[in-house]
């Protein structure tokens, strides 16, 4: 069984609140995802604003070598001819092989938001499709709104679906643009359209309902060919039909061809990079891809993975690139500590591993958690076995935050470390910055680079603050986690503390020591 994945990344994506993507954005997006062999890429509306114009200007000048890049319009005006469509030429002069239109096939639509008749609405699609083909073009036609229109009035809905094939469209698209279909209303209509036309159907499914991913496997199952979606189910209102979740499905549960060999195994590269170019925050519980989609927290489960992975798993997380991890915490048992401590390297004795597990179980009691915190736990392993970090010893460390009333500026902070290290003697470190932790870091830096330059390749990407005891107000125990990145890996850090600037520098000297524990592997570090 093949399918053709139809990314809409590019446009539906885009239409995400908060998400922006810039022209060279969508270019880097086009290049992973032809990397990856999608057969179809939707790189937006040529005419609707100069960015999507400027787009398909450049996009005609790079080498595709998997992915045919399709341009995405309406039907031509009611009352107006095909040839005179504005919309209809920027199609043209976007020069994609293959382009996509939308068309009504809601009678509602028609009526009411065209304000015409539905004669119209039909001849619409028809002299739109059938200009394009004329053209040298290949066309695929959106029928939008098409399962409520179905619902509403069958005869039209299927009225224009047989004008788009007579036409010459070459994939019927059904399209939920309301996202309310729920798989059993999406396998009737299927089934009864399938019996109805004879091009080749593809669906395009929103999320409203949370039902996008199992409406397109519906489809998929109901004979059509071809899948519309976006990586990541990024879109608008509740998005779009997760492309990344639908590939893995595809081709690990139902067997179907979708991707070249060897691109399945890179679902959550694809899902990371897109997501770090749209500047959005991984879904960490995204299934395939997310960072805890095979990470297991009860003792029992671990247990049972440590024997057997597929006892818990119902893939194997390689498959698709990611990577199995199990979590300790006051749920987990020794188990669960005795794999963190073979993944990290550590070796722990079967007489410590219940003391390291009280341990564990005391500090959560207190605030700590460490299932998301994994580089403070492998510290925390490595120093109840004795281990004494070599890098570097806090003497002190001081922050101030100065406003004078007088100015509008926002509050300046300022923070000085005193620290020792073997290899540079005493240092001390002072430094500004709009916020304490942002002080306190820079200022560690400052006393550190200097001994140890493979800092400089360390960044802070995430702070957060939970209060967890509210009752207690402005003396409550508040938990500290730090997200650092290399550049070549993540890692999280963690503190607790009734004073929050000493939860944030436990969790950042913690940071800052895996850090050094655990360099990029090509980073170059000093001979001490």
């Known amino acids: 069984m093949n399918v053709e994945l139809y990314d809409t990344s590019l446009r539906d994506g885009a239409q995400r609140v908060g998400l922006s993507y810039t022209t060279e954005d969508r270019l880097r997006i086009l290049h992973k995802l032809d990397e990856l062999g999608f057969p179809y890429v939707e790189g937006g509306w040529p005419g609707a604003n100069p960015r999507d114009t400027e787009f398909f200007r450049l996009a005609a000048r790079e080498t595709l070598h998997r992915t045919t890049l399709t341009a995405f319009g309406m039907t031509r005006r009611a009352h107006e001819r095909a040839e005179d469509s504005a919309v209809l030429r920027d199609l043209l002069d976007a020069e994609t092989e293959v382009v996509c239109i939308v068309g009504k096939s809601w009678d509602l639509h028609v009526t009411e938001a065209l304000r015409t008749m539905l004669a119209e609405g039909i001849a619409m699609v028809h002299d739109s499709i059938r200009f394009l083909v004329q053209e040298d073009r290949r066309v695929f036609f959106d029928a939008e709104h098409f399962f409520d229109g ?17 036409a010459g469209a070459e994939r019927l698209v059904l399209c939920d643009t309301n996202g309310g279909t729920l798989p059993g209303q999406a396998s009737r209509t299927l089934h009864e359209v399938r019996e109805r036309v004879s091009a080749p159907l593809g669906v395009h499914f929103h999320n409203d309902a949370g039902c996008a991913v199992a409406n397109s496997l519906v489809g998929v199952e109901h004979g059509a060919v071809q899948v519309q979606g976006t990586v990541n189910g990024f879109g608008e209102r509740c998005g779009n039909a997760d492309l990344v979740t639908i590939a893995g499905d595809l081709a690990l549960k139902l067997g179907a061809q979708c991707l070249p060999e060897g691109s399945t195994a890179r679902l959550s590269e694809l899902s990371h990079y897109v997501a770090e170019v749209a500047n959005v925050t991984p879904d960490p519980h995204q299934p ?9 927290k009860a003792g029992l489960h671990a247990s049972a993975v440590a024997r057997r992975a597929d006892a818990y798993e119902h893939v194997s997380p390689e498959a698709v690139g990611n990577l199995r991890h199990v979590v300790a915490s006051d749920l987990g048992g020794r188990s669960n500590l005795a794999m963190k401590a073979r993944e990290f390297g550590v070796e722990l004795t079967d007489d410590e591993l219940p003391k390291l597990l009280d341990v564990v179980k005391d500090k959560e009691t207190v605030g700590y958690t460490f299932e998301v915190a994994d580089a403070s736990l492998e510290l925390l392993m490595r120093r109840s076995d004795g281990w004494r970090q070599p890098f570097f010893d806090v003497e002190s460390f001081r922050v101030s ?7 509008a500026e926002t509050p300046l902070a300022e923070a000085t470390v005193k620290v020792r ?8 470190a002072t430094a500004e910055g709009h916020g304490p932790v942002g002080a306190l ?3 560690l830096r400052n006393a550190l680079e200097p001994i140890h330059p493979e800092l400089a390749d360390m960044t802070l990407t995430d702070y957060r603050v939970r209060v967890l005891d509210e009752k207690q107000g402005t003396g409550a125990v508040v938990r500290v986690l730090i997200d650092t990145t290399d550049g070549e890996k993540e890692w999280t850090t963690v503190g607790v503390s009734e004073n929050i600037i000493e939860a944030s520098w436990e969790a950042l000297v913690d940071s800052f020591l895996f850090g050094l524990l655990h360099p990029r592997s090509d980073a170059v570090t000093p001979t001490r």
């Open 150 to 166: 179905h619902r509403a009035n069958p005869a039209f809905s299927l009225a224009v679906l047989r004008a788009a094939e007579d």
């Open 288 to 296: 395939y891809s997310g960072r805890y989609a095979f990470t297991h």
């Open 401 to 407: 935050i100065e406003k004078r009333e007088s100015d």
């Open 421 to 428: 290290t073997p290899a540079g003697g005493r240092r001390i």
């Open 441 to 443: 870091d820079t200022a």
